[in-house]
T-cell receptor
Framework: AQTVTQSQPEMSVQEAETVTLSCTYDTSESDYYLFWYKQPPSRQMILVIR??????QNATENRFSVNFQKAAKSFSLKISDSQLGDAAMYFC?????????????FGKGTKLSVIP | DAGITQSPRHKVTETGTPVTLRCHQT?????MYWYRQDPGHGLRLIHY???????DKGEVSDGYSVSRSKTEDFLLTLESATSSQTSVYFC???????????????FGPGTRLTVL
């Protein structure tokens, strides 16, 4: 079974600075998808960014980018120019590309605080 | 907005009582999921459905049952609620066919269930 590990339960960043959240995963598969979800205090789960394992290029979405290291099974999220609205729980998630495997496996989350 | 609603949004019940949570979607997506979220555990899959009357177990299915008699509704039932089932429950849907990278999951707003 796949596992996802987020080793930083809590992190903080100054407004306008850059922060990196770590995620590692364990799988024997070669094709899969990785995601970062944001959960603000409203509790809504919001997809931040996605990465296909077969793509070597790191995904970017505006101020959010990832560092995907397939051999190391690492998938970190970098948030640039941090804003107060970035304060939230962030979850890393894994999904197999195998037909019939639809569910997401989540890490335990990292709580990000943004200091004004 | 994937048109996902959950009801009720909050519920307090007593140990031993049956509880049913409803997930409703408006866009006829085939795949639907129930997750629970607990502190220190992230989100864990309870059950999922890949069509009307087609369901399967997830990681933490003990004590839960599901039903899907029509495309738009996915019901989660706790036959006899226990305090360990106090949690936040999220419904999710998948967009796109199996294997499609764009098959990301969209989440409902969540239901907070407290079992006394």
């Amino acid at each position: 079974a796949q596992t996802v590990t987020q080793s930083q339960p809590e992190m903080s960043v100054q407004e306008a600075e850059t922060v990196t959240l770590s995620c590692t995963y364990d799988t024997s598969e070669s094709d899969y998808y990785l995601f970062w979800y944001k959960q603000p205090p409203s509790r809504q789960m919001i997809l931040v960014i996605r990465q296909e394992a077969y793509k070597q290029q790191n995904a970017t979405e505006n101020r959010f980018s990832v560092n995907f290291q397939k051999a190391a099974k690492s998938f970190s999220l970098k948030i640039s120019d941090s804003q107060l609205g970035d304060a939230a729980m962030y979850f890393c998630a894994y999904r197999s590309a195998r037909a019939g495997s639809y569910q997401l496996t989540f890490g335990k989350g990292t709580k990000l605080s943004v200091i004004p | 907005d994937a048109g996902i609603t959950q009801s009720p949004r909050h519920k307090v019940t007593e140990t031993g009582t049956p509880v049913t949570l409803r997930c409703h979607q408006t866009e006829n997506h085939r795949y639907m999921y129930w997750y629970r979220q607990d502190p220190g555990h992230g989100l864990r899959l309870i059950h999922y459905s890949y069509g009307v009357k087609d369901t399967d177990k997830g990681e933490v299915s003990d004590g839960y049952s599901v039903s899907r008699s029509k495309t738009e509704d996915f019901l989660l039932t706790l036959e006899s609620a226990t305090s360990s089932q106090t949690s936040v429950y999220f419904c999710a849907i998948s967009v796109g066919p199996s294997g499609d990278f764009k098959n990301e999951q969209f989440f409902g707003p969540g239901t907070r269930l407290t079992v006394l």
